[in-house]
């Protein structure tokens, strides 16, 4: 990709990650950057209480992914994040989790630099360390979980999509993304793959937030669990020994937060 030899716009663009919902996860040094910020772009998965940390008077543009082709959405975020960058000392990009897992932080800091507009990085508490610590999951533990993957799944049907084997191994936590519409596959395709039946999973439904939702079933009843539960988008599905500890801390028993074993 060419890059230009030099800086041709005035502002900044600072990738925030919003962390995964509770406005008490952002890092002291995101929320210093959204309370310094002439302008912020925000994603679908940020919530309400962090949009409202933003400094007063900041001007703020929704760019989530809708309709249309991702590249071709991911261009025009792009291209209006050049433009700001252009007019704004200070433009945050704020986006849910941690830009730099399953966020395409990668993808615009490339674009920033090869448009030589200065930018930097402000990492946020991922779904999964977020969602596994207040639904009571620890992604590692000793004797049950050396390993731990975050897969996407968002193309878990198709061939080559998801190396199946490598999940399917004991002492191995997955944590599926984008993986409402997989669990059948996911189910499917790990037991075909050796990972045992009686596996403990957990589905975390906006994990974080006061809506949040916690099931835990085993592996052969994860696809008619989500359908009975209604599962909806964002959720994340836990699959290892670790789901089966059944620790309940706090952040789990505070009104309006439900864990169902
Ligand atoms: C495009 S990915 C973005 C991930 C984000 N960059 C991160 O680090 O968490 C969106 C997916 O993250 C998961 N996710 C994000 N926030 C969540 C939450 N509060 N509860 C459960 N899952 C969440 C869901 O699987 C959702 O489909």
Known sequence: MK???????????SLVGAGPGDPDLLTVRAL????????????RLVSSDILA??????YREYAGKGVG????VQQSINARLFALAGQYRRVVRLKGGDPFIFGRGGEEALALEAAGIAWEIIPGITAATGCGAYAGIPLTHRGLAQQVT???????S???GVDWASLARAG???????????IPTIEAQLQLHGRSASTPVALVENGCTPQQRVFCDTLEGLASLARQVALQAP???IVGEVAGLGLRPLSALIPGVAVAA
């Not at 975050?150 to 878990?156: G, I």
């Open 69 to 72: 082709r991702p590249s071709a």
């Open 32 to 43: 210093r950057a959204l309370q310094a910020a002439d302008c912020v772009v925000y994603d």
């Open 172 to 182: 191995c936590t997955v944590v599926f993304y984008m993986g409402v519409s997989e």
């Open 158 to 160: 198709a061939e080559g």
């Open 235 to 237: 959720a994340l599905v």
């Open 3 to 13: 890059r230009h030899s030099s800086l041709s716009h005035a502002g900044v663009v």
């Open 53 to 58: 940390l933003i400094r007063a008077g900041a």
């Open 150 to 156: 975050f897969v996407t799944a968002h193309r878990a």
